[in-house]
């Protein structure tokens, strides 16, 4: 096939219009949930999601995709299977309020304590933020205690509680790129002004 | 628009009958209110199924759309516009995964958008059916077409679909730089050598057309608009669309020196519209349905870059189960 490209004719493939059957066979990466800290001492937001083997590859392309052009101060990622969600409330009202947790886990009593991450969704559109860190036995657990110690001002209309073991965080060694970041002016709006070659034109004509 | 205006089949309208009085009511009282739908809301399937085609062809044009500006890349003038022509594309085929992951948390799998996009099952952005001939192309869709789609993004981050919304924000936020980049490369030709003004009119030339059809049909011909606005998926007409694009980019041109190819184009002083030619709605369909000047090559590129990537897929050696994303 010939195109105005020259890379693509030395490709030599032929002409595809679809309905073919792929050779590939669609295996699905696993997703993971990424979130990012603005700047320092700032609490960590959900950004969106990574799709990846595991989660060094799920940290390397979360920076590639979520501070690509915008520096920050922090990343972290975690499986979506690890993710338990709450209930969504309605109307403003509050998970914690109105919700029992459901937790198909049953710890026994002498279960040792970990640390689960908590991130809150107070408002529709926006993404869930951390609110704290729980020490406790099991999700169910944690979200009792959470209750009782993370509640907002506002409603709280969404929960996401992850293990801390199932957050992988940036190394601090691996942050040096969000400082050179910014000094990438090519992909700066200010360094595209063209005024005065514009100005030019009605002195011409 | 980004699949050519009629992304509905006609029987999906029955399907409203059966869905629950009750939760569709909630559903629309909340859209009423501005109040964003969240991927674990209950939805009409058809509200499902109309928004993962139209984020799915969004994506889908972000993909594609690389194409024609990528080809530039090696031979873009200079190291400066090399280097800002590679960070575009990053961006958009950047923009094309933030939008997919969009469209997976509805319940369509990334890979089949991807598989379907190949196989010819899923349409684009008719625009990248044609070939960039010249550098001043590049240019032009460097800024054009990035201007209208710009127009449709900031509209659509109105609208009801949380995730949508949330993957707008992030694109616009970036699209400004393009924008300016485009601008600059195209002053810069429409102010140099008589060589690169005659480039430049002439890509002008070539590409207004496709810019008139980059919005959809004609509101008079685009089926089933008004229950797509209802439920805030779409956020603006096409007509509504492309007098926006006009009322803000045809003075920027004309400021150039350069002339757009429709004597008919003006705007009415008196309806504050802009009057134009209309454009080829023939060609257009034709063209959308496999028969413009690039479709086989776009295609045919995608598929050899999935083909040729594969031992990279199967090094990683996946084993991991995949759950629709949450957010």
């Known amino acids: 096939m010939k195109s105005l490209d020259p890379r693509i004719t030395r490709l030599n493939i032929s002409a595809h219009a679809g309905s073919g059957s792929l050779q590939t066979s669609p295996e699905q990466l696993a997703t993971f949930e990424v979130f990012l800290q603005k700047r320092d001492q700032m609490p960590f937001e959900h950004v969106g999601i990574i799709h990846a083997p595991d ?149 011409r004509s | 628009m980004y699949g050519g205006g009629n992304i509905f089949d006609d029987s999906n309208t029955d399907a409203l009958e059966t869905e629950d009085r009750e939760k569709l009511a909630a559903f629309e009282a909340r859209i009423a209110r501005d109040e964003k739908i969240e991927p674990a809301d209950w ?110 993004q900031i509209n659509n981050a109105k609208g009801s679909y949380g995730p949508y919304c949330r993957a707008l924000e992030r694109i616009n936020a970036e699209e400004s730089f393009h924008l300016k980049y485009g601008h600059h490369c195209v002053i ?11 480039m430049v009119q002439e890509a002008l030339n070539r590409w207004w057309g496709p810019m008139m059809h980059f919005f959809g049909p004609p509101d008079k011909i685009s089926v089933h608009t008004e229950i797509l606005m209802k439920w805030k998926v779409k956020m603006a007409t096409n007509d509504d669309n492309r007098q926006q694009f006009l009322d803000m980019y045809v003075p920027k041109i004309w400021e150039l020196n350069l002339t757009i190819p429709d004597p008919a184009l003006k705007k009415n002083e008196v309806t504050r519209k802009w009057e134009y030619s209309e454009p080829d709605w023939e060609e257009f369909m034709r063209v959308i349905n496999g028969d413009g000047p690039c479709n086989k090559e776009r295609l045919a590129v995608r598929r050899t870059a999935e083909e040729k990537g594969k031992w990279v897929r199967d090094a990683l050696k996946i084993n991991a189960q995949y759950v629709t994303p949450l957010a």
């Open chain 2, 188 to 198: 810069h030709l429409a102010t140099g050598s008589p060589v690169q003004q005659k």
């Open chain 1, 55 to 203: 989660e060094q590859m799920a940290l390397v392309l979360a920076k590639e995709q979520f501070s690509r052009r915008s520096t920050c101060s922090g990343m972290m990622v975690a499986n979506t299977r690890s993710v338990v969600v709450s209930p969504y409330t309605d109307m403003e009202e509050d998970v914690y309020d109105h919700m029992e947790m459901e937790s198909s886990e049953v710890s026994e009593e002498n279960s040792p304590q970990e640390y689960f991450s908590i991130f809150h969704l107070t408002r529709r559109g926006k993404q869930h933020r951390c609110a704290g860190t729980i020490s406790a036995k099991n999700f169910e657990d944690a979200f009792k205690t959470a209750k009782g110690t993370l509640k907002e001002d506002k409603p709280v209309l969404n929960v996401w509680l992850i293990r801390e073991k199932d957050l992988f965080k940036i190394h601090q060694q691996d942050t040096d790129i969000w400082n050179t970041l910014p000094e990438k002016r090519h992909r700066d709006v200010t360094s595209y002004r063209a005024r005065q070659k514009k100005d030019s034109i009605k002195t």
């Open chain 2, 43 to 152: 939805m009409p399937s058809l509200y499902r199924k109309q928004l993962i085609r139209m984020i799915e062809q969004h994506a889908n044009s972000e993909i594609i759309g690389a194409l024609p500006e990528g080809t530039w890349i090696t031979r873009a003038p200079g190291f400066k516009r090399k280097m800002a022509l590679m960070a575009k594309v990053q961006d958009e085929v950047g923009h094309a995964q933030l939008l997919y992951s969009a469209a997976e948390t509805l319940g369509k799998p990334r890979e089949e958008m991807i598989n379907d996009l190949i196989e010819g099952k899923s349409k684009y952005s008719n625009i990248f059916n044609y070939p960039a001939y010249t550098w001043a192309d590049a240019t032009i869709i460097s800024w054009l077409v990035d201007a209208g789609a710009i127009v449709n």
